[in-house]
């Protein structure tokens, strides 16, 4: 199995939990929010973790480019990682009007994001590696 279909398989299990949260969300179910925002935001950390601290190192030093897009997938990630604090935040004050908002935001985010790793990034590690 190459790195790509790998990695897009775990942005699609990240997606599921994700959607399974707007569930959640529109139902009110403030214990299901709860526990389906912290399922997320775990599993996003340890797919950016795997990204940041093995494969993206692995590719710049392989490929000699610094500051590529490894580079901006490192920015998008701090950004969405700001959008899981306010996704948290908005969970644990039961704030529905702020967590609809921020979850729409983490939606296109997600959405741009993934499309640039799963056509550019990832074929390019798969290459490279």
């Known amino acids: 199995m190459t790195i790509s279909r790998t990695m897009s398989h775990d942005h699609g299990e990240c997606d599921d939990i994700f959607f399974n949260l ?7 179910d403030w214990d299901c929010v709860q526990d389906s925002v912290r ?3 775990d599993a996003m950390e340890k797919h950016f973790g795997i990204e940041e601290n093995i494969l993206f190192p692995a590719f710049e030093q392989a490929s000699m480019i610094q500051g590529g897009p490894a580079a901006m997938m490192r920015m998008e990630h701090i950004q969405m990682r700001q959008l899981f604090e306010e996704l948290l ?18 939606q296109i985010m997600m959405q ?6 799963e056509s550019i990034l990832y074929p390019m590690i798969d290459r490279t590696l």
Request: glycine letters at 2%; aromatic letters at 6%; a negative charge.
């Open 22 to 28: 707007e569930s959640c969300i529109n139902e009110k």
């Open 39 to 41: 399922r997320f935001v």
């Open 89 to 106: 935040k908005a969970a644990e004050t039961k704030d529905h009007r702020d967590l609809i908002g921020v979850w729409e935001t983490l």
């Open 112 to 117: 741009q994001h993934n499309m640039k790793e």
